[in-house]
């Protein structure tokens, strides 16, 4: 099996390279990628679990092949990707899965729970990983009527711009200041144009039980939602049935002056084994853009409810509903509400500034991501930046200590530098 796995990345992989991108005057070709190297440098503290030095440096390296084809009313649509990662976080998070097996987050990416297993590890050892996988493979029929998408594709829902309730399949953790390419999912998405401004969108994704790899109702989810606009504001309504729980959302987006403003409320139906029926989650954003100094500048602020949240940081891990959330990465946060802010400044035409911060109210703690970037050329990005975390012990980013387990939470100082090549 793996070797017929290996075979058909070798196969999907030429087809990128040399097969994608000729002169054809019947379909559009279209094939790109880039090519990342990233360093990073980590300051651990002592008392938190299996941290045993004072300095980590760790290297990621990643390839990304994009390919796309669309021929009259049918496309396809591939990407390849492998990724490379050495050091001592990567041997760090080795001991911590074997101390600790199935914790939310402690393993690498794979496939266990999608329809399809397109990812396959080719070299691990204690301080490196080396694995590739196909993060997209779908094909679309345009139809009169709509779009039909079936494979392995990304869809993101909701208005949230740091933190997005409504996002329910493989959203970005608030950290992820790239959001280039989110991880795709094996499903089937039909989208109906219903009028002027106005579309509705179902999609199915089949999932399969990790521990026995069979395919079940309550892992995989069938979702809609309708979109429409009236004046100069646009309104989503969503409803799913998600991991054999019942969700349903709303939210808006429009203008105030020449401010920008979103807001979603998702309600979950928790199921019968939970401690409580269901908890509420909402989202509110406002951005604005404005000229200084000849500079122009853009701002973000953002309020975050999370009501499967803890008060108490430290019984985070108790709560089953929060922890399942967690390892299925649909939920990358412990407590109820959070107030972040964004600004960026262009401070030359290929060089912009940005600082995000992220504020955990309760804790109170926090996490600030100043970062630089600059388009040193036409096809090369090059980005600096920091991941700093503040606060008491007890609290979120603080650092707190898990009931009933010999295990202290804490996450590390991190300042890092990617450099892309685009081609």
Known sequence: MAILRYLFFSLCTALLLFGIGKESGAADFQRSGHLRGQGLLSWPDHNAVMQDADLYTDAVGELRLKGKIDHQKSGFE???EALYLAGETQKNRGLFRKRYPGFPGAGPV?????????THTLHEEDDSLLYHRLDRLSYTRFSDWGTLTLGRQALTWGNGMVFNPMDLFNPFAPTDFNRDYKMGDDMALVQFPT???AELQLLAVPRRNPENREIETDESSVAGKF????GVSEFDLMAAHHYGETVIGAGARGYLKNAAWRMDGVWTFLDKEADEEGF???TANIDYS???LDKNFYGLLEYCHNGLGEEEIEDAYEQTALVERLARGEIHTLGRNYLSGQIQMEAHPLVNLYLLAISELQGPSAVLQPRMVWDAAQSLRCILGATLYAGETGTEYGGFPVKDADLVIKPADTAFVWITWFF
């Open 227 to 230: 979109h429409f606009a009236k």
């Open 195 to 197: 009028g002027d401004m």
């Open 290 to 292: 404005w000229n200084l």
């Open 110 to 118: 794979d496939d266990d729970r999608r329809l399809f297993d397109l």
């Open 280 to 282: 509420f989650a909402f």
């Open 78 to 80: 591939i990407h390849y």
